[in-house]
Protein backbone atom coordinates (compact mmCIF):
# COMPACT_ATOMS: atom_id res chain seq x y z
CA UNK A 1 0.00 0.00 0.00
CA UNK A 2 1.25 3.13 -0.97
CA UNK A 3 1.01 6.60 0.51
CA UNK A 4 -1.66 9.14 -0.85
CA UNK A 5 -0.60 11.60 -2.80
CA UNK A 6 -2.20 14.14 -1.04
CA UNK A 7 -0.68 12.96 2.55
CA UNK A 8 2.54 13.04 0.70
CA UNK A 9 2.90 16.57 1.30
CA UNK A 10 1.59 17.06 4.80
CA UNK A 11 4.24 14.51 5.90
CA UNK A 12 7.52 16.10 4.16
CA UNK A 13 6.72 18.74 5.49
CA UNK A 14 6.40 17.51 9.19
CA UNK A 15 9.65 15.67 8.91
CA UNK A 16 11.53 18.48 8.03
CA UNK A 17 10.00 20.36 10.42
CA UNK A 18 11.26 17.54 12.62
CA UNK A 19 15.07 17.52 10.89
CA UNK A 20 15.31 20.99 11.60
CA UNK A 21 14.35 20.42 15.18
CA UNK A 22 17.11 17.88 14.99
CA UNK A 23 19.75 20.32 14.11
CA UNK A 24 18.86 22.16 16.68
CA UNK A 25 18.86 19.84 19.64
CA UNK A 26 22.33 18.36 17.98
CA UNK A 27 23.06 22.46 18.50
CA UNK A 28 22.07 22.82 22.15
CA UNK A 29 24.60 19.69 22.84
CA UNK A 30 26.81 21.46 21.42
CA UNK A 31 26.57 24.74 23.00
CA UNK A 32 26.48 22.81 26.41
CA UNK A 33 22.70 24.07 27.34
CA UNK A 34 20.74 22.85 29.84
CA UNK A 35 19.78 19.12 29.76
CA UNK A 36 15.66 20.04 30.44
CA UNK A 37 15.65 22.36 27.30
CA UNK A 38 17.62 19.54 25.28
CA UNK A 39 14.73 16.90 26.25
CA UNK A 40 11.90 19.31 25.90
CA UNK A 41 12.88 19.78 22.30
CA UNK A 42 13.56 16.25 21.76
CA UNK A 43 10.13 15.55 23.28
CA UNK A 44 9.31 17.89 20.03
CA UNK A 45 10.50 15.98 17.71
CA UNK A 46 9.59 13.19 18.86
CA UNK A 47 6.31 14.24 18.67
CA UNK A 48 6.32 15.61 14.99
CA UNK A 49 7.80 12.41 13.95
CA UNK A 50 4.89 10.77 15.75
CA UNK A 51 2.58 12.96 13.93
CA UNK A 52 4.04 11.85 10.26
CA UNK A 53 3.84 8.66 11.35
CA UNK A 54 -0.03 8.62 12.39
CA UNK A 55 -0.65 10.49 8.95
CA UNK A 56 1.18 8.05 7.20
CA UNK A 57 -1.07 5.48 8.55
CA UNK A 58 -4.63 7.95 8.51
CA UNK A 59 -3.80 7.34 4.93
CA UNK A 60 -3.48 3.83 4.55
CA UNK A 61 -6.55 3.36 6.98
CA UNK A 62 -9.01 5.49 4.32
CA UNK A 63 -7.37 3.46 1.63
CA UNK A 64 -8.51 0.14 3.35
CA UNK A 65 -11.99 1.73 3.84
CA UNK A 66 -13.06 3.01 0.35
CA UNK A 67 -10.94 0.51 -2.08
CA UNK A 68 -10.78 -3.10 -0.35
CA UNK A 69 -13.63 -5.63 -0.33
CA UNK A 70 -13.12 -8.95 1.83
CA UNK A 71 -9.65 -10.59 2.83
CA UNK A 72 -7.68 -7.78 0.96
CA UNK A 73 -9.90 -5.22 3.21
CA UNK A 74 -8.83 -7.63 6.09
CA UNK A 75 -5.11 -7.97 5.49
CA UNK A 76 -4.57 -4.49 4.97
CA UNK A 77 -6.56 -3.28 8.26
CA UNK A 78 -4.90 -5.68 10.80
CA UNK A 79 -1.26 -4.20 8.77
CA UNK A 80 -2.56 -0.73 9.67
CA UNK A 81 -3.25 -1.81 13.12
CA UNK A 82 0.23 -3.07 13.34
CA UNK A 83 2.05 -0.15 12.04
CA UNK A 84 -0.55 2.26 14.72
CA UNK A 85 0.27 0.43 17.37
CA UNK A 86 4.29 0.32 16.78
CA UNK A 87 4.03 4.14 16.80
CA UNK A 88 2.03 4.06 20.23
Known amino acids: MRVDEDAVGDVVKRLRR????IRGVI???EEGRDCAEVVTQLAAVSR??????????ASGLEQCVS??????RKA???QMEKLFLSLA
Request: no cysteine; hydrophobic share 40%.
Open 76 to 78: NLE
Open 67 to 72: GSAGED
Open 18 to 21: AEGQ
Open 48 to 57: ALDRAGFKII
Open 27 to 29: GML
